[in-house]
């Protein structure tokens, strides 16, 4: 009895503290079972699940559990049909180890035959799987998650953090077949969700931009084009749209081409990392506070030139697409004249000019939260010269990001307030509201808003004039610079709108960027490359917010969204 009690005694020292000699071959007695965390998912502003996290399976094989390592693979592709082939591929130089994945994520039926096959050494593993019921709809904006699922680009990996849970573990003593002896309840720790979050994009207004961009780039064979729908007063962004045209063929003069992204989701959203030159949509900035400050007044008659380029002091050149003689300064930003622009922004002090950029926020990043935005680009007061003032103050010379342009245009839409630009929704009521800051009087806001209303039906915009809604916007055609610097070219054009909407009280403010349409299909200029698609969105737009007509001769809202289709 005293030699049986012994050998017990030494059995169970050898079990749970083995010598350092033995303990190499025999390996831990214990084993840790993880308890996933559920990913937190992705709404859209209305609760509908843009992300989603299910938990998955994936096939494993213990080699040192397999009753025949040369069948198992065959065993498997007649069970759930993986290929046998790729299996012993797998497992050859992997014999000894415990465990040798040989799946991706299987289906529910797969996963039920091989829980009920009984077949020795075949295991499941619990995996997390990412689901994105919206398809590739704002697929750039939402990013994507990486093997160990966490956030590798967009909202995915803005709020990381939130989204990610904490992990649950649960430690045991096993027997010999890995099966389990005991558990120690103070060993576990169960697992925590993540947090859902909420974004300030509409997926019904998010897709149709998309697929109205992504028709009129087709159509004009453009390189490519940006939409950013914002609500002026509270600063949310509703839609964001960028695409390249990946189909068109290298021009002369193209930059070279990037390196392809493999998942399209972790590419880069032009919308906040990219400036452009804004061209004639930046003059309202210049105008408004040009005439606020006393510089000129809208009535004021300027000696604009009748046929001739308009010379400036210091003798540069400044041409107009049509010469109207003498003109008033309101007429200037209704017809868009550059030489207008030049007599007023000659007018202001260097000191001034700079300050009206940095008031409406270019040269800022706007931190609404989307990754990797840009700060843009502006001349540094070191560098101004005389030629910058008026270049500046024809949209050239300076790259503003599509996020700051609707930020700025705000002002006009929202009594002369520059909002705090957001893309993640406040479910909060008790946080603190995002601050806007007075850029403007309301009276100037307004005035240049009228001014914007007469663009629209006796300037550039009248071939974008919506049937339902008063807008009050302004194009541009700016050059396109050439890749590596030097110049411009002479006959390639970045086309961009931006507009408001309704008149009296705004809701939306929409910019259209069209890169480079091609001038052998049709037309350049912003108002009829970008502005039919601002108008189109607004339409749209409007009509799903159920915002009524506020033209004196429409009926009804329009039947835009016959065809839409809601977002799953």
């Known amino acids: 009895m ?15 503290q083995p010598d350092q000699r033995l303990a190499a071959a025999a390996g831990s007695p214990f084993s840790t079972r993880v308890e996933p965390a559920r990913r937190g998912d992705l709404l859209d502003r209305r609760g509908r699940i843009i992300a989603t996290t ?7 094989i213990d080699p040192a559990m397999v009753t025949d390592v040369a069948t198992i693979g065959v065993d498997l592709q007649e069970l759930v049909g993986l290929d046998a082939v790729e299996i012993d591929r797998r497992m050859g130089p992997r014999l000894h180890s415990r465990f040798v994945p040989v799946s ?8 039920e035959r091989i829980r009920r096959s009984g077949l020795d050494g075949v295991g499941l593993e619990p995996r997390l799987v990412r689901h994105y019921p919206q398809e590739s ?15 590798l680009g967009g909202a995915e990996h803005l709020l990381d953090v939130d989204l990610t849970g904490s992990t649950g573990r649960m430690d045991y003593l096993r027997d010999v077949r890995r099966r389990p002896l005991w558990i120690d309840p103070d060993t576990f720790q169960p697992h925590d969700d993540g947090d859902d979050r909420r974004l300030t994009i509409d997926m019904v207004i998010q897709r149709h931009v998309e697929q109205r961009l992504e028709a009129e780039i087709r159509t004009r064979n453009a390189a490519g084009g940006r939409v950013v729908v914002v609500d002026p007063v509270t600063g949310e962004l509703l839609a964001l749209a960028d695409i390249v045209n990946d189909e068109r063929a290298p021009r002369e003069g193209d930059p070279e081409p990037e390196e392809t992204v493999p998942n399209p989701r972790l590419a ?11 061209g004639s949509t930046f003059k309202p900035f210049i105008w408004a506070f040009a005439t606020e400050h006393g510089v000129v007044t809208p009535d004021e008659v300027l000696p604009t030139p009748d046929a001739v380029p308009h010379r400036t002091e210091s003798g540069r050149r400044i041409r107009d697409v049509h010469y109207y003689g003498a003109s008033t300064w309101e007429k200037v930003l209704v017809k868009s004249m550059n030489s207008g622009m030049a007599i007023v922004a000659e007018r202001l002090e260097p000191t001034a000019m700079q300050s009206c950029i940095r008031r409406f926020g270019f040269g800022t990043r706007t931190h609404c939260g989307l990754p990797g935005e840009t700060v843009g680009l502006v001349t540094s007061d070191s560098k101004w010269t005389s030629y910058t003032q008026v270049s500046v103050a024809m949209g050239h010379e300076i790259g503003v990001t599509p996020l ?21 929704a406040n ?4 946080d603190t509201p995002r601050i806007r800051h007075r850029i403007i009087e309301p009276s100037t806001a307004w005035l240049t808003r009228q001014t914007m209303r007469k663009v629209m039906t006796d300037g550039t915009g009248r071939k974008c004039q919506s049937d339902w809604y008063q807008l009050f916007g302004k194009s541009g055609t700016a050059q396109l610079p050439k890749a590596g610097g030097g110049g411009y070219h002479e006959d ?8 408001g909407a309704p008149l009296d009280t705004p809701r939306l403010v929409v910019l259209c960027v069209i890169e480079d349409p091609d001038r052998r299909i049709g037309p350049y200029y912003g108002g009829l490359v970008a502005g039919p698609v601002v108008r189109d969105v607004i339409d749209h737009a409007l009509a799903y917010l159920g915002t009524p007509p506020d033209l004196e001769d429409s009926e009804g809202l329009p039947d835009l969204l016959v065809g839409a289709g809601e977002p799953r």
Not at 54 to 60: E, I, V, Y
Not at 137 to 151: N, P, Y
Not at 427 to 430: K, L
């Open 2 to 16: 005293v030699l049986t009690a012994g050998c017990i005694v030494r059995i169970v020292q050898l079990k749970i």
């Open 54 to 60: 299910t938990l998955g399976h994936r096939a494993f």
């Open 104 to 111: 991706d994520i299987l289906e529910p039926w797969q996963v």
């Open 137 to 151: 709809t704002a697929a750039q904006l939402i990013g994507a998650v990486g093997f160990e699922h966490t956030g």
């Open 268 to 278: 880069r959203n032009r919308c906040g990392t990219d400036p452009y030159e804004p």
């Open 404 to 424: 700051q342009m609707v930020r700025a245009f705000s002002v006009f839409a929202s009594d002369g307030n520059l909002p705090a630009l957001q893309l993640l």
């Open 427 to 430: 479910d909060d009521s008790t």
């Open 492 to 499: 390639r054009y970045i086309s961009s709108f931006i507009a």
